[in-house]
């Protein structure tokens, strides 16, 4: 069994591979990446290769590999959704249509796709794997990349009953973790307030309203879900949610993110945003929890500690 990585070098990307490297019986990964010049060398499990996959027309890549694990995305944060959103749904369009162009002529047999909870419908209850309503538009603030990816689903069932393949869909709430987009116009709400905490911004500036609630997942747990799933057996199309389950609002974010960076602002200032969110979404992950008998490693107080770490580390040479 191996497995071909796309996006091997964005945050899941590597926490998959990191993850893999530390198991006692590895999968072999050759992992891609078009924005990155690869130092590392192959490893008894890594192959490092470099490909623009929105371009290429050479199946080759896919070579002795079975499971496609796509990570490999265009994604940004609310800043990016209002003014630019255009941006992930071309370069998205075009990335997986020309990935799935070459499956017929590889020896891709399973696919892991990380899609994203932006799929949902705005709902104040807790959504299930089932409960995606296709006649109701995703919220308005995510409207162009809900439709997106509620499209690259439908995509993949398409290319999954004509060629016989076992698809693996996660809806992942928002992950972040090392590697991370701390840009600010491309990063979501997490690295956004630890960059600011970091820099020991005063006053203390951030979009509400307070209580506007997220599910999360981090990196590495949702990495551990991807390799759990290129062992176990599906039917041909299976649908997760993939997140922590557990509202976390803005407000409890951002008190927890202040005490580890280890600032005190005089002022926090409430702003209204100009692009304004989603005020709650929230999964239902017992499907993934029962199904596949996974469930997360790391509290969230663990993995934003891990998270601020790494960037007092790498925030002067971390450009994305």
């Not at 998205?92 to 590889?106: C, D, V």
């Not at 869909?169 to 979501?188: E, T, V």
Request: glycine letters at 4%; one cysteine or more.
């Amino acid at each position: 069994m191996k497995c071909f990585l796309a996006g091997g070098s964005g945050m899941l990307g590597r926490a998959i591979l990191r993850l893999n490297e530390k198991s006692s019986s590895p999968l072999l990964i050759r992992a891609c990446s078009h924005t990155q010049k690869w130092t590392v060398k192959a490893s008894r499990t890594t192959e490092y290769i470099q490909s623009d996959l929105s371009e290429t027309d050479d199946s080759s890549i896919f070579n002795d590999c079975n499971i496609l694990i796509m990570s490999a995305a265009i994604t940004g944060g609310i800043k990016m959704n209002s003014e630019r959103p255009e941006d992930q749904i071309n370069g998205n369009l075009k990335l997986m249509a020309n990935i799935f162009s070459l499956l017929p002529t590889s020896k891709i047999k399973k696919i892991i796709f990380i899609s994203s909870a932006t799929v949902y419908q705005d709902s104040v209850t807790v959504l299930s794997e089932d409960e995606l309503d296709l006649n109701l538009p995703p919220p308005v603030s995510i409207f162009g990349v809900g439709w997106t990816f509620r499209y690259f689903e439908k995509l993949l069932q398409f290319w999954g009953n004509k060629l016989n393949l076992e698809v693996i869909i996660l809806r992942a709430g928002n992950i972040f973790g090392p590697f991370d987009k701390f840009h600010p116009n491309r990063s979501n709400f997490i690295p956004a307030l630890i960059s600011k905490g970091i820099k020991k911004i005063d006053p203390f500036e951030i979009f509400g309203p307070r209580d506007t609630t997220r599910d999360l997942i981090y990196c590495d747990d949702l990495a551990s879900l991807v390799i759990k799933c290129t062992y176990k057996d599906h039917s041909s199309l299976s649908i997760y949610n993939a997140s922590w389950g557990v509202p976390i609002t803005i407000q409890n974010a951002l008190d927890k993110i202040l005490i580890l960076s280890e600032h005190a602002p005089e002022k926090i200032n409430w702003l209204k945003s100009a692009f304004p969110a989603t005020h709650k979404r929230l999964l239902n992950c017992s499907k993934v929890k029962s199904s596949l008998d996974w469930k997360p490693n790391f509290t969230f107080d663990d993995a934003l500690r891990i998270t601020i770490d790494w960037w007092k580390k790498n925030q002067l040479t971390w450009t994305k």
